[in-house]
């Protein structure tokens, strides 16, 4: 954990399994405690970066609950993507978030005592924070990508010229979508710095957990629409495979379905901030 929290390893993170999906209540991968190791037993779904990783945090319920009425117990450990009882099958992917994406396999794989991340049997109590962390991340690239986004539009817009001596640019077509973004890039970047500042200052978990979560909303919404933009600005030039431009748009897309989708941090955001009931 050391090496990983000052840089100096990576690590991946296998929450999602293929039957769950975003309800991670049911995940289905055991992490048993057995004398002086963990045992660890499941299939995890589109788990990034396992082939730079150091270490891999997985998320697994406490075998055996005896009493159906308790609460379900989950742990977190680390384990090493080397281990015995491991494997690794790479998923077809698109995109180019700069890793590649794998499904694992996990049979009795043994995790030494220290390799608890946490407390046993409180591992969502360890996600958690972790997610927030995940979602302000993702914000902050989502941002530095709508920037992006926008600069490619506005250098085409300055000097595309093809009716008149005036560059599309000067076109309130081609403008207001592009001053629209200026002003929400501006206003989600603030958000997003904000809410990170809070949470490094210790605030309130569930106001952290609340910002976060909008911080995610609104910047993956601005990266789609900035991506779009750009291409739409481009015209066919965006879809010259030189200019690099519709990779961005294809990851632009995926902010919106992960690390969590738009439609979870809403109920998120519903129940949790606006104190609304749960359809469940
Ligand atoms: C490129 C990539 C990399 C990833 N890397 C990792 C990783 O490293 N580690 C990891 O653990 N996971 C990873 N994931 C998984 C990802 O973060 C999501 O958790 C996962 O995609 C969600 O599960 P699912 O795809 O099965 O969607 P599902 O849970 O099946 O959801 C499908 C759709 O239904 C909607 N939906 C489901 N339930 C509700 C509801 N109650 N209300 C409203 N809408 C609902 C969802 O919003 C979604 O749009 C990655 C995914 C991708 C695409």
């Given at each position: 954990?050391e090496?990983?929290?000052?840089?100096?390893?990576?690590?991946?993170?296998?929450?999602?399994?293929?039957?769950?999906?975003?309800?991670?209540?049911?995940?289905?991968?055991?992490?048993?405690?057995?004398?002086?190791?963990?045992?660890?037993?499941?299939l995890?779904?589109?788990?990034?970066?396992?082939?730079?990783?150091?270490?891999?945090?997985?998320?697994?319920?406490?075998?055996?609950?005896?009493?159906?009425?308790?609460?379900?117990?989950?742990?977190?450990?680390?384990?090493?993507?080397?281990?015995?009882?491991?494997?690794?099958?790479?998923?077809?992917?698109?995109?180019?978030e700069?890793?590649?994406?794998?499904?694992?396999?996990?049979?009795?794989?043994?995790?030494?005592?220290?390799?608890?991340?946490?407390?046993?049997?409180?591992?969502?109590?360890t996600?958690?924070?972790?997610?927030?962390?995940?979602?302000?991340?993702?914000?902050?690239?989502?941002?530095?990508?709508?920037?992006?986004?926008?600069?490619?539009?506005?250098?085409?817009?300055?000097?595309?010229?093809?009716?008149?001596?005036?560059?599309i640019?000067?076109?309130?077509?081609?403008?207001?979508?592009?001053?629209?973004?200026?002003?929400?890039?501006?206003?989600?970047?603030?958000?997003?710095?904000?809410?990170?500042?809070?949470?490094?200052?210790?605030?309130?978990r569930?106001?952290?957990?609340?910002?976060?979560?909008?911080?995610?909303?609104?910047?993956?919404?601005?990266?789609?629409?900035?991506?779009?933009?750009?291409?739409?600005?481009?015209?066919?030039?965006?879809?010259?495979?030189?200019?690099?431009?519709?990779?961005?748009?294809?990851d632009a897309?995926?902010?919106?379905?992960?690390?969590?989708?738009q439609?979870?941090?809403?109920?998120?955001?519903?129940?949790?901030?606006?104190?609304?009931?749960?359809?469940?």
């Open positions: 954990l090496r990983v929290a000052s840089g100096h390893a990576h690590l991946a993170t296998a929450i999602t399994e293929p039957k769950v999906g975003h309800n991670v209540f049911r995940s289905e991968t055991t992490v048993r405690r057995d004398r002086e190791r963990f045992i660890v037993n499941g995890k779904g589109v788990t990034s970066g396992i082939e730079i990783a150091e270490r891999i945090l997985v998320l697994g319920r406490v075998p055996g609950d005896r009493d159906p009425g308790a609460p379900q117990q989950f742990t977190t450990v680390l384990i090493d993507p080397r281990a015995p009882g491991m494997t690794r099958e790479e998923l077809p992917m698109r995109g180019r700069g890793v590649r994406q794998w499904q694992i396999q996990l049979d009795d794989v043994e995790a030494p005592l220290d390799a608890l991340v946490g407390v046993e049997g409180q591992g969502l109590l996600l958690w924070p972790f997610t927030h962390v995940e979602r302000l991340l993702s914000a902050a690239l989502c941002v530095g990508s709508a920037r992006y986004c926008l600069s490619r539009a506005l250098s085409r817009a300055s000097e595309r010229t093809i009716f008149g001596q005036r560059p640019g000067a076109e309130q077509a081609i403008q207001h979508p592009l001053a629209w973004l200026h002003a929400r890039t501006e206003a989600t970047e603030l958000f997003t710095y904000r809410a990170a500042a809070r949470f490094d200052a210790g605030a309130d569930l106001a952290v957990a609340g910002e976060a979560n909008i911080a995610k909303l609104l910047s993956a919404d601005l990266l789609f629409d900035a991506a779009d933009h750009a291409v739409q600005t481009l015209g066919a030039l965006a879809w010259d495979e030189r200019e690099a431009l519709l990779d961005v748009f294809l897309r995926l902010a919106r379905s992960g690390p969590v989708s439609e979870l941090v809403l109920n998120f955001i519903a129940q949790h901030v606006l104190g609304l009931p749960s359809h469940r």
